[in-house]
């Protein structure tokens, strides 16, 4: 630098780091570069033409082996068009993830994400607004994740809202729960808010970031016993399909407007989920509207040929996934195998031309093909927004409302802050953050264990895990938890899962604890001064039944996994600063239901040969804790205020269906003969007071059930038909107004699958009020 000047000197510095600043600055991919003149004269670049046109006009300018290439979720660059490579996976669960290979957290921009608690401790809350904020925020953070240049896509495959039909289910941790009702609200709520709608909805367009529902259909078995997903044939009636696995895809398409689907590995009834038209096309396109794309799961066209024998030859499998409707295949087998299938014609390229419209038209409501991103709607999301401190807040929020407390003997929670001199922690969860993510989770903002945060209203800790691991093998020594347990004041016992125990690919054998853990926990209880507190980290129910008939165990929770802030939300609770409203989103079986087999998908129960049935709806064996339950350290009652209909009188309208089982009551309406005008002004309120008689704030969900006088023609034992979370001072009375709606709330499935009203009468149920109303014919 001999010779320059100092203000020279100065400059040249200056230009240089905003030359490296630019340089190291990643941007997003985007077609339709405004910078070049080329694009000028692609009418797909025109955005003042409609999506369908522009989507027309580029696949008019490909040739078939670039049509084929775009096929698979890795989709290459079309550097002719000025078109970037796309990446189709992406993972979104319960925030933005490393999982898929469309995200990357390795660039110096952005290297987190807010990790909010697993799904179903989320579902917990019963809280439509809480998921849909949650939605909201994973859909912002994954759009500045692109805008920072370290997404090569924006299409999510998330929510999962299978059914949670079987307790082992490693998978069962990723949904809302058993509950058709709770699971559809869910998806609704949680697409809404990823992809940039409104809460009401019916006001996005263009997209936020891309959901996808999965997995459709009747899926809810990874591998049990030498049978797994990839070859399990889902024997399923038309009525569960009506009522029970259906109903959230449904709702997930008609009101959430989800701009993806993802059909299952398994076949239903004989037809592979990805191959099945009457599926795809005919009830997801044509009864439901859906206006989407639909990929595979990750090779689940090869399996078609390759393990379940369904097609005769790869080409085979090439045909029925695509004449189905099926759209992009995550793996490399269309891409390997379309072209000869063409060859040998017995696949048109109007059917490849029909898939790839549904998949430009995604890319296009997203943005990516109108020029520069960082110009155009959602483009002023920056790199703040992830984990910025309102996100941690809601993930932190959304852990203080899902977790449960099972069990609370002469109020042993809350813990006193000032009496509490000395605590014991023991257990293999207690120490660590990543059981608190749970599976499909990226890099968290921050997170501390629940010991670390107990450590905030506790100096006097002392710790051991008591186990070598969540298995707790044979070989463990219990000496040194029992030396803490009796020289502490109080005990935490904090045990359970985590993703060894349960995970996709892997469900469990038991239902009971792992290992020797119950053998410490009752050890530990034995020998503390006071009852202990227990405290389960899990997906899945456990039967822990000793435990709660245990008078040495004084108070149980349940955490799931509670993602980021599960540690400070479980501490919180813990020490009462903050009052637990959580209730269970699936039922808790005992260790005898796994006499049952997992591959038999009936949900209703058969008397005849013993069957129990599944799910609170139908399920008439014993449990551990039923489906909605939950305590609180505050009390509530409740009463019915108003209901607008007692009797509802169905005899003015045609086509009554008298039932051939004369000594049955067998007069119905059919709903779909109704239609949609006549439902509608079916429809009245019922308003439920609900008071908070005890001492402290509390939030809880107020849940309305309704149940059949006579339990008949296989009709639900109860079903959920509202709910609504509220927070109640002490002493504060509140007034919930449902709104219900006969065609829905009322109706049955019968074994055909049709939904039908019939003549009887109905108890709604809140706490431990009813009320009756009637349907006459």
Known sequence: MKGMSNSHFILFIHIYLLFITFSCTAK??????????????????????????RVENLISRLTLDEKISQLVNTAPAIPRLGIPSYQWWSESLHGVSS?????????????SATSFPQVILTASSFDTHLWYRIGQAIGIEARAVYNAGQATGMTFWAPNINIFRDPRWGRGQETPGEDPMVTSKYSVSYVRGIQGDSFEGGKVDHLQASACCKHFTA???????????????????????????????????????????????????????????????????????????ITSDCDAVSIIYDDQGYAKTPEDAVRDVLKAGMDVNCGSYLQKHTKSAVQQKILGESDIDRALSNLFTTRMRLGLFNGDPIQQPYGDISPKQVC??????????????????????????????????????????????????????????????????????????????????VACNSSVSFEEAVKLATLADTVILVMGLDQTQERESHDRVDLVLPGKQQNLITTVAKAAKKPVVLVILSGGPVDISFAKHDGNIGSIIWAGYPGEAGGIALSEIMFGDHNPGGRLPMTWYPQDFIKIPMTDMRMRPNPTSGYPGRTYRFYTGENVFKFGYGLSYSKYVYEFVDVKQNKLYLNRFSNIQISPDKQAVGRYLSVSEMGTEICENLKFSATVGV?????????????????????????????????????????????????????????????????VIEESSYILVVGDMKYKISTIL
């Open 99 to 111: 999982s898929g290979r469309g995200i990357k957290f390795n660039g110096e921009t952005i290297s």
């Open 219 to 293: 899926y809810d078995l990874d591998n049990w016993n030498g049978t797994n997903r990839f070859v399990f044939n889902a024997q399923v009636s038309l009525q569960d399909l009506a009522d029970t696995y259906q109903p959230p895809f449904r709702s997930c398409i008609e009101e959430g407007k989800a701009s993806g689907i993802m059909c299952a590995y398994n076949r239903v009834n004989g037809i592979p989920s990805c191959a099945d038209f009457d599926l795809l096309s005919e009830t997801a396109r044509g009864a439901w509207g859906f206006n989407g794309y």
């Open 28 to 53: 997003p991919p985007f077609a339709c570069d405004l910078s070049n003149p080329s694009t000028n004269s692609y009418a797909f670049c025109n955005t003042s033409l409609p999506i369908s046109e």
């Open 388 to 469: 910025s401190p309102d996100h941690q807040g809601l993930a932190l929020e959304a852990a203080r409302s899902g977790i449960v407390l099972l069990k609370n003997s002469a109020n042993r929670l809350p813990l006193s802050k000032a009496t509490t001199k000395t605590l014991a922690v023991i257990g293999p969860n207690a120490n660590t953050t990543k059981t608190l993510l749970g599976n499909y989770f990226g890099p968290p903002c921050k997170s501390i264990t629940p010991l670390e945060a107990f450590k905030s209203y506790v100096r006097d800790i002392s710790y051991t895990p008591g186990c070598d691991s």
């Open 691 to 755: 008071k908070n008689i005890g001492e402290m704030r509390g939030r809880y969900p107020v849940l309305l059930f309704v149940k059949q006088s006579k339990n008949q023609h296989g009709t639900p034992t109860k079903q959920l038909i509202g709910f609504q979370s509220i927070e109640l001072n002490a002493g504060e009375r509140y007034e919930v107004e449902f709104t219900l709606s006969p065609c829905e709330h009322l109706s049955r499935a019968n074994e055909d699958g049709s939904m």
